[in-house]
């Protein structure tokens, strides 16, 4: 057995030592387990941008840990287990990267996007739809994203125009807008029709808008406390 083999049986060893004498591990449930899950994946982020290897590597221990646990608990049910959960990602790796497995050829990242896209709306249960399968739950910044980079693979791209003359337009329909009672729904609307188009032009840079907004409120963050 390879060294990683060993020391992922060592975290499986772990793991299920304390599903049964840890209490607080006994009682939980996918349902409880996931928000930290998502904090963990959040914190891996937030690692990763900084640039501390010694913190990813510490976020990553987190991250696995939590797929180690959440397979332990589809294990109980009979629902399947980490083995299961290894073997389905890799199937369906295979089956989205057909331009290394197969022989689809490819030009650049982008029609490896528009390819994987195509292979998931086409895969069982999914509709074919165009946003199936995007989780309504994720945050705003990423919800949009999501849906930007689903639209342009499916050939609706937006905005027609320049991401940036878009977003400049409507800043500018938000500046001629007051703050009356009268005009707050218009507001609301033109306000959200900014933010989705600062991340049209973030999706267009290939910045991650999510890290890119908690980056700058760190910064804001950190000159408040120095003043």
């Known amino acids: 057995m390879g060294e990683s083999a060993t020391a992922l049986q060592r975290l499986d060893e772990i793991t299920r030592r304390l599903r049964t004498d840890c209490p607080w591990d006994r009682e939980q449930d996918e349902r409880s387990i996931v928000p930290h899950t998502v904090e963990e994946a959040?914190?891996?982020a937030d690692a990763a941008h900084s640039g501390d290897d010694r913190k990813l590597l510490d976020e990553l221990g987190d991250v696995l840990?939590?797929?180690?646990f959440l397979s332990l608990l589809m294990e109980e049910r009979g629902a399947g287990d980490l083995a299961t959960v290894a073997e389905h990602c890799r199937t369906k790796l295979i089956r989205r990267h057909p331009h290394v497995f197969g022989d689809v050829?490819?030009?650049?990242?982008?029609?490896?996007?528009?390819n994987?896209?195509?292979?998931?709306?086409?895969e069982e249960?999914?509709?074919?739809?165009?946003?199936?399968?995007?989780?309504?739950?994720?945050p705003g910044l990423l919800y949009a994203r999501k849906l930007l980079r689903r639209a342009a693979s499916g050939g609706r791209d937006w905005p027609r125009e320049g991401a940036a003359q878009r977003l400049h337009s409507e800043a500018e329909r938000v500046g001629a807008l007051g703050s009356s009672e009268a005009e707050r729904e218009a507001s609301f609307e033109a306000v959200g029709d900014l933010l989705l188009a600062a991340v049209a032009l973030a999706r267009e840079l290939r910045v991650d808008p999510e890290l890119a907004l908690r980056a700058a409120a760190n910064r804001f963050r950190r000159e408040m406390e120095q003043a």
């Open 42 to 44: 959040y914190e891996l």
């Open 65 to 68: 840990f939590q797929v180690y």
């Open 116 to 122: 994987w896209d195509d292979i998931k709306r086409a």
């Open 125 to 138: 249960g999914r509709g074919g739809e165009l946003f199936a399968d995007v989780p309504e739950t994720l």
């Open 105 to 114: 050829e490819v030009s650049d990242a982008a029609e490896v996007l528009r």
